[in-house]
């Protein structure tokens, strides 16, 4: 898409306030009408474009964070993994591969970033930022170095003879009260930024990144019992039995997918808690809004809001995230508000990277390698829908904290493909099975929409240079065409 004109002509200062957020839903906020209260994010979105089908790049919040920074995919960057943890063979982004923080600082912006950064142990202080939390960012005391996570945690749940009305690591009421948790202290270090830019001279780009909402759901009164579990209505897919599907979406690759535990009043506490963790999060939202305002700095200021990706909060069964192409952690909120830019509502799809060469062209930044994966976002923004574009979103899942997946996938409002290398592959009708409970893939009756999802697909992985998943894909349809290479699960 070529960058609308109209928006960009403007010739007064061109700040940016990125608020990111973690494991974030898509329909969970009353602003996408959702039962969780937002109150200050509806206000937000009254003014926005915001787009209802936006999703991510990875269900994973490094692989994610770096294509939103560097506008580039995994295979580019070699940013395909989570950063430090138990497994991983990443420590952080490779500072070559440069980002937005870089790109605003040569243009003369004042520079803040704080909260979560996930990409390596000072990348934004290193990459230029000017502003930013005493402690840094993933000091580590032992670089290089990584913690089993603690899988027997889980088992004490098992008891049941425990009476657990909480479940400390899954969910339960965090000590203290509001003004002591990360988001507002996050919040309050936002505020300080502002008022601090309102004085200069030059233009600012912050960042504000989010811990919430993931997990565990632990949050502080009131926000523990601000919804009443009882009355929560349980996913459709709660019971997923994994049938016809890749057989690794039921292990337990990690503490919190160990869920054997879980009752349906169980998910329904734990629901609840998110909940309340996505209201408390929009106070904080809330109040770098209202900074953003008092210090008269609203009207010269996109602000975008968007989540690494979403959460699977008992969908199919899972506690947050996993190798898994589900809409809970695919899709995303995103809005982003223009100043002068009419409010409107968009469906067609957009992708968590597209925000990177929408900021790019916002603030006339100079990367000096293109963000070229991502595509502006301007003439949905001033057009709407109208504007035209394919109507499809890609994702990946390369590696889940060490293990090999290989996934690729596209998403159309009427099908998603996901290509499993290690799995059966997943085609699920999305109007006719939101819940997206029955594999489809492999049958006759849908094997032309699944060839045509698939042949898609490898344009894009050809047009991107995703040459292994591009190869891996054309041997697979070889395969098909002749009959023979049925794939089975398989871990590696």
Not at 63 to 77: D, E, K
Not at 344 to 371: F, G, M
Request: hydrophobic content about 35%.
């Amino acid at each position: 898409m070529a960058a609308a004109p109209a928006l960009l002509q403007r010739r007064e200062a061109r700040n940016i306030l990125l608020l990111c957020c973690e494991q974030f839903q898509h329909h969970v906020a009353s602003f996408a009408g959702g039962p969780a209260r937002t109150p200050n994010l509806e206000k937000l979105a009254a003014q926005s474009a915001v787009f209802r089908t936006a999703c991510t790049t990875t269900g994973l919040c490094s692989p994610s964070r770096a294509a939103l920074f560097t506008g580039r995919l995994g295979h580019r960057t070699g940013l395909d993994d989570n950063c430090h943890v138990w497994h991983s063979r990443l420590d952080g982004l490779d500072p070559t591969h440069t980002t937005l923080i870089e790109w605003a600082r040569r243009r003369g912006y004042f520079v803040g970033y704080y909260g979560k950064w996930h990409l390596g142990a000072d990348g934004p202080i290193r990459r230029g930022a000017e502003r930013y939390p005493a402690a840094g960012f993933e000091r580590l005391r032992e670089p290089g170095r990584t913690q089993k996570p603690d899988f027997e945690a889980p088992k004490r749940y098992y008891d049941k003879a425990g009476g657990f009305p909480e479940k400390p690591g899954f969910y339960s009421t965090e000590k203290g009260g509001y003004q002591d948790c990360q988001a507002a202290a996050l919040a309050r270090s936002a505020a300080v930024f502002l008022k601090e830019a309102a004085a200069l001279s030059r233009p600012f780009f912050l960042t504000a990144s989010f811990n919430a909402v993931h997990p565990p759901y632990h949050v502080p009164e009131p926000y523990n019992r601000m919804y009443d579990w009882r009355g929560i209505e349980l996913p459709a897919s709660l019971r997923d039995d994994f049938r016809g599907k890749p057989g690794y979406q039921g292990d337990i690759m990690w503490p919190f997918h160990d869920t054997g535990h879980m009752s349906d009043d169980d998910w329904r506490r734990a629901t609840a808690f998110y909940r309340g963790f996505v209201t408390l999060l929009d106070r904080a939202l809330g109040e770098i809004v209202d900074a953003l305002t008092s210090n008269g700095l609203w009207d010269n200021t996109l602000v975008a809001v968007v989540a690494d990706h979403g959460d699977m909060c008992g969908a199919h069964g899972r506690f947050d995230k996993g190798p898994y192409c589900y809409d809970e952690i695919m899709r995303i909120p995103l809005l982003v508000r223009v100043p002068g830019a009419a409010p409107r509502e968009l469906r067609r799809h957009v992708s968590l990277i597209d925000l990177n060469r929408t900021l790019v062209d916002w603030a006339s930044l100079q990367p000096e390698v293109a963000p070229q994966d991502s595509r502006s976002l301007w003439p949905l923004i001033e057009r709407g829908d109208a504007a035209g574009g394919a109507d499809e979103a890609f994702y990946r899942y390369e590696w889940y904290n060490g293990l090999w997946f290989g996934i690729r996938a596209i998403r159309t409002p009427e099908f998603k493909y996901c290509f499993n290398p290690v799995g059966v592959d997943e085609l699920y009708d999305l109007r006719a099975d939101p819940a997206e409970l029955n594999n489809l893939a492999g049958g006759a009756e849908t094997r032309a929409a699944q060839e045509r999802l698939a042949r898609r697909l490898l344009g894009h992985l050809r047009e991107c240079g995703d040459a292994r998943a591009a190869s891996k894909l054309q041997i697979a349809l070889a395969a098909q065409a002749h009959g023979s290479g049925s794939r089975r699960p398989a871990r590696r």
